[in-house]
């Protein structure tokens, strides 16, 4: 429930959880997830809500994987949920 009050989702009475139109279109994680945090990614890629993620074990089909574009020398790995290249500009 806490969840989706802050990224503005309804918990519907079924149990389901409901995109809203002022819900947040994605979120993005920064370090390490624990099991807790991979549940809640996984309820929220039913949503759907995009979900972003550094390279990790582990990670849930449907997470799309940030790459440091400077680190990136080749194709990027090949996922359901794809990837997104990280440019910090300078």
């Known amino acids: 429930k806490a969840l989706c009050e802050r990224l503005g989702l309804r918990l519907r009475k079924d149990g389901?959880?409901?995109?809203?139109?002022k819900s947040v279109d994605a979120v993005v994680v920064q370090g390490a997830l624990d099991e807790k945090a991979l549940a809640n990614i996984k309820t929220l890629?039913?949503?759907?809500v995009g979900v972003l993620s550094a390279p990790a074990a582990n990670l849930p089909a449907?997470?799309?994987?940030?790459?440091?574009?400077?680190?990136v020398t080749g194709p990027v790995?090949?996922?359901?949920?794809?990837?997104?290249?990280?440019?910090?500009?300078?």
């Not at 389901?16 to 139109?21: A, E, P, T």
């Not at 449907?62 to 680190?71: D, F, I, K, L, R």
Request: aromatic fraction near 2%; proline fraction near 6%; charge should be negative.
């Open 16 to 21: 389901d959880v409901q995109k809203d139109w």
């Open 45 to 48: 890629l039913e949503v759907p």
């Open 62 to 71: 449907g997470v799309t994987v940030m790459h440091e574009a400077s680190a």
């Open 77 to 90: 790995p090949e996922r359901v949920g794809g990837g997104a290249l990280v440019c910090t500009g300078g």
